[in-house]
């Protein structure tokens, strides 16, 4: 099935870039939620078992703000440089 933009009008072809963006953060969600638990899991847990010890919430807890801290820095960055280069063209 192919999708004819010529026959969209400007409200229905703002319709699903919106909805493609929308998927698009969802999935960049999954993905920044999904290696924060690996990289997460695999620097803190030494012995998975049923529960957490204290030093190792601990651990998550600093490592994931670490995570997330280093990724809105890389997230603005990358926003900085698309809008550079956008407006260069």
């Given at each position: 099935m192919s999708l004819d933009t010529q026959k969209?009008?400007?409200?229905?072809?703002?319709?699903?870039?919106?909805?493609?963006?929308?998927?698009?953060?969802?999935?960049?969600?999954?993905?920044?939620?999904?290696?924060?638990?690996?990289?997460?899991?695999?620097?803190?847990?030494?012995?998975?078992?049923?529960?957490?010890?204290?030093?190792?919430q601990k651990c998550i807890s600093q490592c994931s703000d670490r995570y997330m801290d280093a990724w809105n820095i890389v997230s603005r960055a990358y926003a900085e440089r698309i809008k550079r280069e956008s407006n260069r063209h």
């Open positions: 969209l009008d400007v409200n229905q072809r703002q319709q699903i870039m919106t909805s493609v963006q929308q998927q698009l953060a969802i999935q960049n969600a999954q993905e920044l939620l999904q290696k924060l638990s690996d990289k997460c899991f695999k620097a803190c847990i030494q012995k998975p078992g049923s529960t957490l010890s204290s030093s190792e």
